[in-house]
């Protein structure tokens, strides 16, 4: 397999694994009666397997192997409920690192119809830092009155976010 390639293959190993890191903090903030953030970080979490089953479908279309990689076990024990956010704007921004890497790759490669397909990712991420970033600005400043961010959540849900009217397909259509 090309090195374009298989590193994008390792990058479904961490779309997955943020995926799984979004659902414990989904869980972890169930478990303390916030359904609103417990909701935020549980659509999070689909739409991090969603980018993965994007790179699936991308290499299946190319022709290239696929693995389906095993996932790093995720954080689930969080010191107060700021700290989940901060993990996740840390995790964020991290994915952007190794989705820029991923686009300096396919250059060095002249894998243009490659670079393309990561257009829509960096675009993606620039999108879920600056929204990280300011949950976690609301989580901070809520952290003593938590109803007010629970509510804050609650307005700002159901805004369709409108890059996925540009989405790559996911492999068996994205959820
Ligand atoms: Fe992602
Ligand atoms: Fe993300």
Do not use: C
């Not at 689909?46 to 076990?73: C, K, S």
């Amino acid at each position: 397999m090309p090195t374009f390639a298989s590193a994008l293959d390792d990058q479904i190993r961490n779309e997955f694994s943020a995926s799984q890191q979004y659902i414990a903090v989904a869980v972890y903030y169930d478990s303390q009666s916030l359904p609103q953030l417990a909701a935020h970080f549980y659509r999070q979490a689909v739409e991090e397997r969603n980018h993965a089953m994007m790179m699936v479908q991308y290499l299946l279309d190319a022709d290239h192997g696929v693995g389906t990689p095993g996932i790093d076990p995720p954080k689930t024990d969080f010191a107060d409920v700021v700290a989940p956010v901060a993990l996740a704007l840390e995790q964020e921004k991290r994915v952007t690192e190794q989705i820029v890497e991923l686009v300096k790759l396919s250059r060095e490669e002249g894998e243009l119809v490659g670079e393309q397909f990561l257009h829509w990712f960096l675009q993606e991420q620039r999108e879920e830092v600056a929204s990280m970033t300011e949950l976690l600005t609301v989580v901070e400043r809520g952290k003593n009155d938590l109803l007010s961010v629970e509510e804050h959540l609650s307005r700002a849900a159901g805004g369709a976010n409108p890059l996925e009217a540009g989405a790559p397909p996911a492999a068996g259509g994205a959820l």
